[in-house]
């Protein structure tokens, strides 16, 4: 029996034959004959039949991979797909497809939602307190609440297991069955919520200004952030970076990170309030679309920031935002949703022309609160007075998923060895950069000098105030003399005389330290140039080469020069 169990497992955890070490290596595998080391050789011919077999396994994988975005095209120049309504879009997509076109009529709106990662659970909440999740595709509930407060937002954890809801005074933890498991106390009136997959973090944003990190795995408070800008209702994240994009009520948008206490980056985006706010997942986080309660909606590049890509006006004031896996727009204002496709969107245009539309679809329930795009799927979920609404739009999902990210048709098994292997590979806050390609790139060379006194270097911010001034070129050498050279300066007539003992070396050190123009400069002595010290130093200068004069003409080492009449003409 236990040799039968041990033969189930040894198929179980086989390697697929194309891994296998017996299996054919493919051709042209460099063999290594020049290494004298047998097993130093055997070692590096069978990772490069390793490699070989890895290029050849994604190779056949592109050629799996035959899923393609679609996209409506119209026959003729005349037409135009924003004139196609969902009706007509129903009919022509798959009977699978054509289930994601739904209508959700609730009760204590409006609504907001949130998709898992893989795109398979919805959780919705509604200002009234009104909390649910469930499985869209098949329909089956998971937790339902009535909270009898208000509920500002709420979104996924690491997977559909923990949900937290930002309610009227702190943030809340669920479970899946919808029990409470935590009371975040220190995150006090929160208006909008933030989840950091890769970083296990929860940020929050409230109506006292402060952006607070939460490491959902130790518990622990890992950055507490006051934006000294007020409350703030709109909060998104880059993925490509992790870093927090926030909208605030004075039409300023600011960048963050845990590791930096004041923004990354702060632009006056707009003239007013920003209510929609929104990063494009498809170039890397390049494009960012921000629109503002005076019914602007602009893209701007997070390259470089000198100025917008496009900017166009829409209808009915502020605009609630969302980009697709693929580069799409969603822009719901007013009583509608339009959605806009790249290339036209990330096109430079002087004009503040709206962008060509790909489709539009009328809601008659006021105020739009939220627009979410599902991963893997096309399909549209707005968030509204009365419910929800889901549309098809053709072509904005993204139609491969990586299994190892985010796998739609997972189990219980492939879930919690997901997370486990989540947590193992959790990033620390620290990494969070504007710039994640830094790491494990080479360090710039230093544009400063930092050696002191040519031993070794040390960080510019951590040199004396000299140095620094003398890196930077700042620093008034003329300043450094000392007193002993000052006064052999003096005695430069000295020289030819007996040698002197110490006393009177000591006797002579200290001579001229009462004077009161020394000890004006001693008090007034920097390590900048000050043109004050400059003069009275140049005044000293002159007074000491007039006493050497004197003097040399005194012991005959010079001739006392005759006075001329142009003597007049001389200045002082």
């Known amino acids: 029996m236990a040799s039968q169990s041990l033969f189930v497992k040894a198929q179980n955890t086989t390697l697929p034959k194309s891994l296998r070490p ?13 290494v004298k080391d047998l097993k130093l050789r055997t070692k590096l011919n069978r990772q490069a039949a390793h ?44 009977e699978e497809a054509a289930k994601g076109r739904r209508e ?84 006090i009136e929160p208006t909008r919520l933030e989840f950091l997959p890769y970083h296990w973090l929860l940020a929050s944003v409230g109506n006292n200004g402060f952006l607070k990190y939460q490491d959902t795995s130790t518990g622990h408070i890992v950055a507490e952030h006051r934006t000294k800008l007020g409350a703030c209702h709109t909060l998104a994240q880059n993925k490509h970076n992790a870093v927090l994009h926030l909208g605030h009520s004075n039409g300023v948008v600011t960048l963050w990170t845990p590791n930096i206490p004041h923004p990354a980056v702060q632009i006056m985006a707009h003239l007013g309030p920003v209510v929609g706010l929104s990063v494009d997942p498809s170039s890397g986080g390049r494009y960012m679309a921000t629109s503002g309660q005076d019914g602007a909606v602009k893209v701007w590049d997070c390259r470089n920031w ?50 060509p539309l790909y489709l539009t679809h009328p809601i008659p329930h006021r105020p739009l609160t939220s627009v979410r795009f599902c991963p893997f799927q096309d399909i549209l979920t707005i968030g509204h007075n009365a419910g929800l609404s889901s549309i098809l739009v053709p072509g904005v999902g993204e139609p491969n998923f990586d299994s190892t990210e985010a796998d739609p048709f997972e189990n219980k098994k492939a879930r919690r060895e997901r997370e486990v292997k989540g947590l193992l590979d959790k990033i620390q806050p ?7 390609d830094f790491v494990g790139a080479l360090a710039p060379p230093t544009k400063l000098t930092t050696a002191v006194n040519d031993t070794h270097d040390i960080p510019f911010a951590r040199l004396p105030r000299l140095e620094r001034l003398r890196a930077q070129g700042k620093a008034d050498e003329t300043e450094l003399v000392d007193d002993d050279e000052e006064d052999a300066a003096e005695g430069d007539g000295d020289k030819n005389d007996k040698p002197q ?4 070396k000591e006797k002579r050190k200290m001579r001229g330290k009462g004077k009161s123009l020394k000890r004006y400069l001693r008090k007034q002595r920097k390590n900048v140039i000050d043109p004050t010290a400059v003069a009275i130093r140049a005044k000293l200068e002159k007074q000491r080469e007039e006493k050497r004069v004197a003097k040399a003409i005194e012991t005959g080492q010079m001739e006392a020069r005759k006075p001329s009449a142009l003597d007049r003409f001389r200045r002082p």
């Open 306 to 355: 000198k100025g917008t890509v496009r900017e166009w006006t829409t209808r009915g004031g502020g605009a609630e935002l969302e980009w697709s896996a693929r580069g799409a727009l969603s822009v719901a204002v007013g009583g509608s949703v339009n959605v806009y496709t790249k290339p036209s969107i990330q096109t430079p245009h002087s004009a503040k022309a709206p962008p």
């Open 104 to 187: 959700l009529k609730l009760d204590g709106g409006p609504y907001r939602s949130r998709y898992s990662r893989n795109g398979r659970h919805l959780a919705i909440v509604g200002s009234m307190g009104h909390v649910a999740t469930f499985d869209w595709q098949t329909g089956t509930m998971h937790a339902e609440l009535q909270l009898q407060e208000t509920c500002r937002d709420i979104t996924f954890l690491q997977d559909q297991s923990f949900f937290a809801v930002a309610q009227k005074k702190y943030v809340f933890i669920y479970d899946r069955d919808g029990v409470e498991l935590h009371r975040l106390k220190a995150h």
């Open 51 to 94: 490699a070989a077999r890895s290029k050849a396994l994604v190779e056949d994988a592109e050629l799996l991979l035959t899923s393609e975005a679609g996209k409506m095209q119209v026959e003729t120049e005349l037409e135009r797909t924003w004139r196609i309504g969902q009706d007509d879009i129903v009919q022509g997509a798959g």
């Open 22 to 34: 017996t299996s054919p290596p493919p051709e042209n595998v460099p063999k290594h004959k020049h």
């Open 501 to 504: 003992s110490r006393a009177e």
């Open 430 to 436: 620290d990494m969070i950069t504007l710039d994640p």
